[in-house]
C-alpha cells in the first residue's frame, strides 16, 4: 500500500480536479526524525510503529470547499497562517506536528493529547494512557470514543477527506449532513467506516 503521504496528495489532487469542489490549502511538512520518534513514543509508552505517520509527514494540513459549503471555520489552523485562507471550508484535515501534539492536553489526567486541530472548538486526540495501541476520541466539551486507533483514524480521514462533522456516525449513529455527504461523496456509506472501526477493535 503507498504511504500516508502519496494517498492525501492522491485525495488532494481528487478535490483539485473536481469542478464543485475547491482545494483551499494543502501543505506537508517534513519527517519528524527518528530520535524525536522515539523520544515521543517512549514518553507515551507505545512502540515506534503507532508513530508511523509522523515518520512520513512531521504535520499535515488539508483544507477544501464545495461550492458554496461553508461548514467550518478554517482561521485557527496549525499548518497555515491567520487569514491565509478566505472564508469557511467543507473540509479540514489538520494532523499536528508530534511537538505540539505534546504540548495540547485536552483532559487533567494527561494522557488524551490532541492529533488532528480540524475544528478550533474540538478535534481528535489520542489517549496516550500506555495501552498497546492507542485509541482517538473526537472531543468538544467532552470526549467521545470512534472506537479506532491511529492508524484507523487515518484511514478514517482518507476516506473522507475531513469532510464536516465525519465522525457523527460513529457516536451517534447517523451522518450530520447526510445530504452533504451523499452530493460531495455519493458512493461512500455507513459500512465503509465501520469496516475501518472493525479493523481498528481486531488490532487491539
Given at each position: 500500500?503507498?504511504g ?6 492522491a ?27 522515539r523520544k515521543?513514543a ?5 512502540d ?7 515518520a512520513?509527514?512531521d504535520g ?6 464545495h461550492e458554496?459549503?461553508?461548514?467550518m471555520?478554517a ?5 497555515v497562517e491567520?487569514g ?12 499536528m ?7 495540547c ?10 492529533i ?6 474540538g478535534?481528535?486526540?489520542a489517549?496516550f494512557?500506555?495501552?498497546?495501541n492507542p ?12 472506537k479506532?486507533?491511529?492508524?484507523g ?14 465522525f ?37
Amino acid at each position: 500500500m503507498p504511504g500516508y503521504v502519496n494517498r492525501f496528495e492522491a485525495v488532494a489532487k481528487s478535490i483539485e480536479q473536481a469542478s464543485s469542489q475547491s482545494l483551499l490549502a494543502f501543505k506537508v511538512n517534513k519527517p519528524a526524525s527518528s530520535s524525536l520518534i522515539r523520544k515521543m513514543a517512549a514518553q507515551w509508552k507505545v512502540d515506534s510503529e503507532i508513530l508511523g505517520f509522523w515518520a512520513e509527514a512531521d504535520g499535515l494540513t488539508l483544507v477544501w470547499r464545495h461550492e458554496d459549503r461553508e461548514e467550518m471555520d478554517a482561521g485557527s489552523l496549525f499548518g497555515v497562517e491567520f487569514g491565509e485562507i478566505e472564508g469557511a471550508a467543507t473540509g479540514i484535515v489538520d494532523l499536528m506536528p508530534l511537538a505540539k501534539i505534546a504540548e495540547c492536553c485536552e483532559d487533567a489526567d494527561e494522557s488524551l493529547y490532541r492529533i488532528d486541530n480540524h475544528q478550533p472548538e474540538g478535534g481528535a486526540a489520542a489517549k496516550f494512557d500506555g495501552a498497546r495501541n492507542p485509541q482517538v476520541f473526537y472531543f468538544d466539551d467532552e470526549p467521545h470514543a470512534l472506537k479506532v486507533d491511529i492508524a484507523g483514524y487515518l484511514e478514517l480521514v482518507l476516506l473522507t477527506a475531513g469532510i464536516a462533522q465525519w465522525f457523527s456516525p460513529l457516536y451517534e449513529g447517523s451522518w450530520y449532513d447526510k445530504d452533504l455527504v451523499k452530493e460531495v461523496f455519493p458512493t461512500l456509506k455507513l459500512a465503509d467506516l465501520k469496516q475501518i472501526v472493525k479493523a481498528s477493535q481486531e488490532r487491539r
